[in-house]
């Protein structure tokens, strides 16, 4: 199995699952340290003004974390992981693969599974590894076959 990028990440088909809730509120408190009120799936609008459909995680009306799954246009998931950015952080043992990546929001995490790319991201906290090991299993083990 490669461990380092072997070219271009593939483009990303969005809204695959109708529903992107892979983590129960319990789930998401464990990975935020708070407690969360229970995920809903709603509509996102982008700075370049689409949307796009997530699942999120609030305390009282802030968003604390979001679930996105995608499907790769080409290669798998795992390619699509492994061929990260710069920086990324691995997380082994979890998934066909699974990085942990720092972007403006907060980290995000990039999970793969044999058909999707699943993202959790979490806004201005940090979780362990255990918590993000926790959360990945919990949320591959809810996405259809």
């Not at 070219?7 to 340290?33: I, K, Q, Y």
């Not at 799954?69 to 952080?89: E, F, L, N």
């Not at 990546?101 to 906290?125: C, F, M």
Request: with cysteine.
């Amino acid at each position: 199995m490669p461990t380092t990028p072997t070219g271009p990440r593939s483009g990303l088909d969005v809204d695959v699952l109708d529903d992107e809730c892979l983590l129960n509120a319990a789930e998401f408190g464990d990975l935020v340290g708070t407690a969360v009120r229970p995920p809903a799936q709603g509509s996102v609008e982008r700075g370049d003004g689409s949307r796009s459909s997530s699942c999120v995680a609030t305390t009282g009306t802030e968003p604390v974390a979001m679930i996105n799954v995608y499907a790769v246009r080409s290669g798998t998931p795992a390619d699509y992981v492994r061929a990260g950015p710069a920086g990324r952080r691995d997380l082994p043992g979890v998934g066909e693969a699974a990085a942990v990546i720092d972007t403006a929001t907060g980290p995000t995490l990039q999970l793969a599974s044999p058909r999707y790319l699943v993202t959790i991201l979490v806004d201005g906290r940090v979780p362990s590894d255990d918590a993000w090991r926790a959360a990945a299993a919990a949320a591959l083990s809810r996405l259809p076959v």
